[in-house]
């Protein structure tokens, strides 16, 4: 009965080691900075779409910064959206939508659609219409040289 409550102890100790292992390292990791992190791929966002369509490059899960002159700025509610459009499609253009991390929504509606702009964030993957690109922030534009 006493190496019983000895054992039932030590695993008590051991699952509360553990717990606190999972919370501090897997459940309470902190969040990527995706305005410093360094981009996994940089590349035109031509040929980025192109090779996202043609399944030649699977961009989903890296940090990529591509550049070219975008076509719109979209804006809904509090979510700022740059596109680039490459095709016209049934249900509207296709090409590459990144949404604007809160600090960079003010640029990013006052982009014109003739400059070149370099933006970088985290690429979603591809939807079968779009490269969908997340917490994007703008590098650089002629306006913030």
């Keep these: 009965m006493k190496n019983f409550k000895r054992v039932l102890g030590i695993l008590f100790v051991l699952g509360i080691l553990l717990a606190a292992y999972i919370w ?13 992190a360094k981009p996994d791929i940089t590349m035109n966002a031509r040929q980025c779409y192109n090779e996202a369509s ?14 070219g ?9 509090s979510l700022v959206v740059v596109v680039f459009a490459f095709k016209e499609g049934m249900f509207g253009s296709s090409g590459i939508r990144c949404s604007m991390l809160p600090d960079n929504q003010k640029k990013a509606l006052a982009l014109s659609t003739s400059d070149t702009i370099y933006i970088k964030g985290f690429c979603a993957g591809y939807n079968g219409t779009d490269v969908v690109m997340e ?6 534009s002629p306006k913030n040289k």
């Design 135 to 140: 917490h994007c922030s703008i590098i650089q």
């Design 69 to 77: 002159v975008p076509s719109s700025v979209e804006k809904s509610d």
């Design 54 to 67: 043609e399944n030649k490059l699977h961009p989903g899960g890296k940090v990529l910064e591509i550049y």
């Design 24 to 36: 501090f390292f897997v459940i309470n990791k902190p969040h990527r900075n995706f305005e410093t």
